[in-house]
């Protein structure tokens, strides 16, 4: 077992939910995705092993995912909700080109510094972490 499949068999535990096939099954399948899947794009994917499953049971399965930390929904304002795997990753901003659609990911040690320390002003306990940018990248301009 990964340690992703630990972290979902703990979650379904603690909150007296299913343990079923079928999502480890949408696990398996989303932590070979790479970059930011819509819920459609995924639902295409593992329509391909699960012939009947319906949207919703794939977008249910992806919440589930971010609610214990193994996945990130991301929004990148054109209002499609896209997940990204999150379990053991660093925090990372991105860069949305209004245009062509691109997106980069960014890390920055000067954006983790100033959320601790806005977190520590506020006495949050963060859960998440986004930073989004907005704009034409650099073949767009
Ligand atoms: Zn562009
Ligand atoms: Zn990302």
Redesign the pocket.
């Known amino acids: 077992m990964s340690k992703e499949t630990d972290v979902l068999d703990e979650h379904l535990k603690a909150n007296n939910l299913k343990k079923t096939d079928q999502r480890f099954g949408i696990l398996d399948i989303f932590l070979r995705t790479a970059g930011h899947i819509s819920a459609y794009e995924l639902h295409t994917l593992i329509r391909k092993q699960y012939p009947n499953i319906g949207f919703s049971t794939v977008y249910r399965t992806l919440k589930l995912f971010t609610e214990c930390g193994l996945a990130n929904e991301v929004n990148f304002g054109d209002g499609r909700a896209r997940f990204e795997k999150s379990f053991r990753r660093v925090n990372h901003g991105h860069l949305i080109?209004s245009?062509?659609g691109?997106t980069k990911e960014f890390t920055s040690a000067a954006v983790d510094k100033v959320q601790k320390q806005i977190v520590g002003e506020h006495k949050y306990k963060p859960q998440g972490f986004r930073f989004e940018i907005y704009g034409?990248?650099n073949?767009?301009q």
Do not use: G, Q
Request: overall charge positive; hydrophobic content about 10%.
């Open positions: 080109c245009k062509c691109k034409l990248c073949r767009c």
